[in-house]
């Protein structure tokens, strides 16, 4: 039986961002299509060629990097273990390591997110984008 599109939306949506990359660059080679080609045909008659360089450029992931905790240091470590996997020594040292990388490679929505809840407790966090 062949699958429906709510069942490939919902298998899309019990996978890590990770997988989610490498299923969109096998999809790419299987089919032979890039994400630019609309971004290519959608441009304004006038764009200048470096308009689109740019475009291909631009960041999708980013890194959430924790540059200064703060006063409230128990409250900054206990929002590290809230969105990561780690334990509380692995938080706290990430902590008092800053600046450190809390996060890598998740989207600007998921990336906002994480800032509102660290400047919350007056941590400061930087949104970078992603290396790679």
Known sequence: MALTKEDFIAAIKGI????????THEL?????VTAMAPVAVAA??????????????????FDVV????????????KVVR??????????????EAAPAAIK??????EAQALKAKFDAEGATVEIKPAAG
């Open 82 to 95: 809230e969105v990561t996997s780690l334990g509380l020594k692995e938080a706290k040292d990430k902590v």
């Open 104 to 109: 890598q490679g998740i989207n600007m929505e």
């Open 28 to 32: 790419k080679e299987v089919f032979g």
């Open 44 to 61: 304004a008659p006038g764009a200048v060629a470096g308009g689109e360089a740019a475009a291909e450029e631009a960041p999708t992931s």
């Open 66 to 77: 924790l540059t200064a905790i703060g006063e409230k240091k128990i409250n900054v470590i």
């Open 16 to 23: 890590t961002v990770l997988e989610l990359s490498e299923l």
